[in-house]
């Protein structure tokens, strides 16, 4: 693309200093990443937060990416049912001198965690999955939840969901692409045809097949044709086949990819 992607609405300042407000209040942090590209949902707002609490790496929708690891995380997909056990577990286990020095005096420890991560990268989903009671507002758009959430997922663990947050300027242009190509970045404030034809060329060199095995075509302009996205007159219809390419892509139609690898 030829202009840098930038996106960084008011409530994402909001949503950062209520997170740092709340911090206090909580025992751990659960960091949601998307699985496809973990590296690039780094947000260096967070750095700060993270030096301060005891973190969890929750590697969301593992399902659409191939496997891999980081220090103190888990792959996850969230919207399995139960998926969120393992989460509990490593919860348990990072917490364990907390929960047993309480354990000690009589007292069984009620977990508190902060959920935190850039937008769309399934913190809400994650959330309900492990909800006892109380839901917390999803969508399959980044910027649904607007403000924190407490919602409990048993009777001694509570989770605060909060806002997906970006951070204002990216120094790196395809950190801002690949968390275009995932759906962080609302499509509506981005030319889509030309997020489409990079994230061809992106993932032809992370995959020279992927995109004449699922279209059988090799450029855009060729998918156009093959899939009848043509107006009247025989223009190109680019805005619709933009759209399904990054549909079918973010459906993990198209193969399971690392997007961290053009880096």
């Given at each position: 693309?030829?202009?840098?992607?930038?996106?960084?609405?008011?409530?994402?300042?909001?949503?950062?200093?209520?997170?740092k407000?709340?911090?206090?209040?909580?025992d751990?942090?659960?960091?949601?990443?998307?699985?496809?590209?973990?590296?690039?949902?780094?947000?260096?707002?967070?750095?700060?937060?993270?030096?301060?609490?005891?973190?969890?790496?929750?590697?969301?929708?593992?399902?659409?990416?191939?496997?891999?690891?980081?220090?103190?995380?888990?792959?996850?997909?969230?919207?399995?049912?139960?998926?969120?056990?393992?989460?509990?577990?490593?919860?348990?286990h990072?917490?364990?001198?907390?929960?047993?020095?309480?354990?000690?005096?009589?007292?069984?420890?009620?977990?508190?965690?902060?959920?935190?991560?850039?937008?769309?990268?399934?913190?809400?989903?994650?959330?309900?999955?492990?909800?006892?009671?109380?839901?917390?507002?999803?969508?399959?758009?980044?910027?649904?939840?607007?403000?924190?959430?407490?919602?409990p997922?048993?009777?001694?663990?509570?989770?605060?969901?909060?806002?997906?947050?970006?951070?204002?300027?990216?120094?790196?242009?395809?950190?801002?692409?690949?968390?275009?190509?995932?759906?962080?970045?609302?499509?509506?404030?981005?030319?889509?045809?030309?997020?489409?034809?990079?994230?061809?060329?992106?993932?032809?060199?992370?995959?020279?097949?992927?995109?004449?095995?699922?279209?059988?075509?090799?450029?855009?302009?060729?998918?156009?044709?093959?899939?009848?996205?043509?107006l009247?007159?025989?223009?190109?219809?680019?805005?619709?086949?933009?759209?399904?390419?990054?549909?079918?892509?973010?459906?993990?139609?198209?193969?399971?990819?690392?997007?961290?690898?053009?880096?």
């Amino acid at each position: 693309m030829t202009n840098p992607i930038q996106w960084f609405p008011g409530h994402m300042k909001s949503a950062l200093e209520m997170i740092k407000t709340e911090l206090k209040l909580c025992d751990i942090i659960i960091y949601m990443l998307d699985a496809r590209c973990p590296k690039s949902c780094l947000n260096p707002k967070y750095e700060e937060f993270t030096s301060r609490k005891p973190v969890l790496f929750v590697l969301n929708k593992a399902d659409l990416a191939p496997s891999q690891k980081m220090t103190n995380s888990i792959l996850m997909t969230s919207t399995l049912s139960g998926a969120g056990k393992k989460v509990t577990e490593a919860i348990g286990h990072i917490l364990c001198d907390k929960i047993k020095a309480a354990c000690e005096k009589g007292i069984k420890k009620t977990v508190r965690a902060i959920v935190i991560g850039v937008t769309n990268c399934g913190k809400s989903t994650f959330i309900n999955n492990l909800a006892a009671k109380g839901k917390a507002m999803t969508g399959d758009r980044p910027g649904v939840t607007r403000s924190k959430q407490w919602v409990p997922a048993g009777e001694y663990l509570w989770l605060l969901d909060t806002p997906g947050t970006l951070w204002p300027k990216f120094d790196n242009a395809q950190v801002a692409k690949n968390l275009a190509y995932v759906g962080s970045i609302k499509d509506d404030i981005l030319d889509i045809v030309a997020l489409a034809k990079d994230l061809i060329e992106d993932l032809k060199r992370l995959d020279p097949n992927c995109i004449k095995n699922r279209f059988n075509a090799d450029t855009f302009e060729d998918i156009c044709r093959k899939r009848g996205y043509i107006l009247k007159g025989g223009v190109l219809d680019e805005e619709r086949a933009a759209k399904a390419i990054l549909v079918e892509f973010r459906a993990g139609k198209l193969g399971k990819f690392n997007l961290d690898e053009l880096l």
